[in-house]
């Protein structure tokens, strides 16, 4: 009898560990029911957060996303950064490329609100075990060694899994199976015709204004990820960007889409 009990226990608690692990890869986020929401720029963007902080990205795990996106970049002594424009004039003052600057010499920049760059490695173990990702690969060329380097440290902090990127063509057939890569209808018509090719390796990536309908149940129906966008470059400028925003979560929602990747002001039309 004892035996018996100690097997049931053992089998209960393998249980309550499976399920606590699938909720942490599987389930969508805390925040916003059944909307899987992806977390543009590095995070929670505002008055207080930075794009591609370490600060927006703590907040868009205390708020429930279930990912966060990050645009990297490369200095010019190769260390891999998450820094959205190609200088850094727009938040740090300095008008110089990426590129022609080392890691020391980025790393002394402080903005006004007292932000630093970060290293990717860095953002990656802040990620780890709490928030997945996406990176808008933003490095021209097709470095195999660099992607490399990505790759293993997205394996080291256990993101590889469902990790997503916004690629370039230079280095598509580079990263093909190994993330998941965005693409327009007509750029997965074409995929579907590769040798080895998955839907898996994909998602349909767009906002109302580039897909419709019919291409979302086109994605769907071939067992692709869609992936909606509501970001405030497609409303800047245009009278009652909210209104509009708001309307097109709805459609994107009325078409069966279910993960978003939104500017933080823009998840209110998710909340439960």
Request: proline share 2%.
């Amino acid at each position: 009898m004892k035996n018996r009990m100690g097997e049931l226990l053992l089998v209960f608690s393998f249980c309550l560990l499976s399920l606590h692990t699938f909720g942490q890869t599987s389930l969508p986020s805390k925040g916003f029911g059944r909307y899987y929401l992806i977390a543009h720029r590095g995070g929670v963007v505002d008055s207080t957060n930075s794009e591609n902080s370490l600060s927006a990205l703590q907040d868009a795990v205390e708020r429930g996303y279930w990912m966060v996106e990050m645009d990297l970049r490369l200095t010019k002594d190769s260390v891999l950064i998450i820094h959205h424009d190609n200088n850094f004039k727009r938040f740090y003052g300095v008008d110089k490329p990426v590129s022609a600057m080392t890691w020391d010499e980025i790393s002394q920049l402080h903005n006004a609100r007292g932000a630093q760059v970060v290293k990717l490695e860095d953002a990656l173990a802040s990620c780890s075990g709490r928030i997945q990702v996406m990176l808008d690969n933003k490095i021209a060329g097709l470095d195999t060694a660099l992607f490399n380097q990505v790759l293993s440290l997205l394996q080291q902090y256990g993101l590889d899994k469902q990790a997503m990127m916004i690629g370039t063509d230079e280095s598509t057939d580079f990263f093909t199976g190994k993330v998941k890569l965005s693409c327009t209808r007509q750029q997965l018509e074409v995929n579907t015709q590769k040798p080895g090719y998955s839907p898996e390796f994909y998602y349909l990536f767009g906002d109302v204004g580039s897909m419709t309908e019919d291409d979302v149940k086109w994605a769907q129906a071939q067992g692709i990820m869609v992936v909606g966008v509501l970001n405030w470059s497609r409303y800047r400028g245009r009278p009652r960007p909210y209104t509009l925003a708001a309307r097109d979560a709805a459609k994107l929602k009325a078409w069966g889409v279910q993960y978003f990747q939104v500017d933080s002001e823009f998840d209110r039309f998710f909340n439960k």
